[in-house]
């Protein structure tokens, strides 16, 4: 029996789900009592000899008691409705039996369980993208659920299984732990740690690549925004000296106000107008117009009065001859 300073966590409570984990934490609470022999076995405790002892009529009191024990706790870890299935059950091997019939299933069930597992086992690989302890985790999930079913599992199997189905780039690190290592006592613990430092050492040296990748292509960005925005800001020959501001006379931004040809104070010397220069001025072009025009007219003049002389001579003409018929 336990001792009595020992005091276990609560019992475990079977819903329907689960079974297999159940089992084992519920073999587990029952063997902290001394009571998981009554529950495997079965077997009755011999009979008193003649003219038993006191500690021999104790002992097997002991060994009856137990039978009740072991079935109070099978009875109070699982929920009513489960309850119900094995409350006809006599013995806590026939409650435990039916449970174990009704939700781990038959022993052709549990091989053919045990078969798939295997199978799953064997096509476990490990994926590019995959780290060391994901990988780990998926074996040993697989792993776990055959030994949930009774089978036994050795380490030293998980280990080559890991150690032969890593990606290439493992291959470095395996071949040191070959040469420095006994790989056929070394620990799937061992492995694995070994394998992730590795892991972190690789990831560490590409963080740093990147990150020093990535600096140079910000500082040739930074170069380039500069050279950008030297030209953009860069004022333009005849804009040098102007300010950012529209010129207040004619609303351009190409020469400063002082420099405007209709600034106000300015003075045609053409037409000695104020408000622009002669170089724009309007009556630049009048003079040729009126040259033009004066040309026309003195034309026309010339044509009137030589069309009046030739009228004046034919006049005198004909008085002329008249003349001469008369006398």
């Known amino acids: 029996m ?63 008691t137990k039978r009740h024990k072991a ?29 174990k019939e009704e939700f781990q299933g038959t022993e052709k069930i549990r091989q053919q369980q ?6 799953d086992f064997e096509n476990l690989k490990m994926k590019e993208e995959e780290t060391v302890k994901q990988y780990s985790d998926r074996i040993m999930a697989v792993v776990n659920s055959i030994r949930l079913l009774g089978e036994q599992f050795s380490e030293a199997r998980i280990v080559e299984k ?8 493992y291959e470095a690190k395996i071949s040191s732990l070959e040469d420095s290592r006994d790989l056929t006592t070394i620990s799937l613990t061992e492995l694995i740690n070994a394998l992730y430092a590795q892991e972190q050492r690789r990831a560490s040296r590409q963080e740093e690549h990147q990150e020093g990748a990535f600096q140079a292509k910000e500082a040739s960005s930074i170069k380039t925004h500069k050279g950008k925005k030297f030209w953009k800001n ?42 622009h220069v002669e170089k724009v001025c309007k009556n630049r072009s009048k003079p040729r117009q009126n040259q033009f025009q004066q040309q026309k007219v003195e034309a026309r003049v010339a044509e009137e009065s030589s069309d009046q002389e030739e009228h004046v001579f034919a006049v005198s003409c004909a008085a002329n001859q008249k003349k001469g018929s008369k006398g």
């Not at 045990?114 to 199978?119: A, D």
């Not at 890991?162 to 780039?169: A, G, I, N, Q, Y």
């Not at 300010?243 to 020469?255: G, N, V």
Request: with cysteine; aromatic share 8%.
């Open 2 to 64: 336990a001792s009595s300073g020992f005091s276990p966590a609560s019992p475990p409570v079977f819903n329907g789900e689960g079974f297999n984990i159940w089992a084992v934490k519920m073999r587990t609470y029952l063997q902290a009592f001394d009571l998981w022999e009554v529950v495997n076995s079965d077997a009755e405790p011999a009979p008193l000899r003649a003219n038993p002892t006191v500690a021999q009529i104790r002992q097997h009191t002991d060994e009856r």
């Open 71 to 99: 079935m109070s706790c099978i009875q109070n870890c699982v929920t009513d409705v489960i309850f119900m299935r094995i409350m006809a059950c006599e013995t806590p091997k026939e409650a435990w039996d039916k449970l």
């Open 114 to 119: 045990l078969l798939n597992l295997r199978r």
């Open 162 to 169: 890991v150690m032969s189905t890593l990606p290439e780039r």
């Open 234 to 275: 860069r004022p333009k020959p005849d804009a040098a000296r102007s300010s950012d501001q529209l010129c207040r006379h004619c609303k351009r931004a190409d020469h400063p106000e002082d420099r405007c040809w209709f600034r106000p104070d300015a003075v045609c010397q053409h037409c000695k107008k104020k408000g």
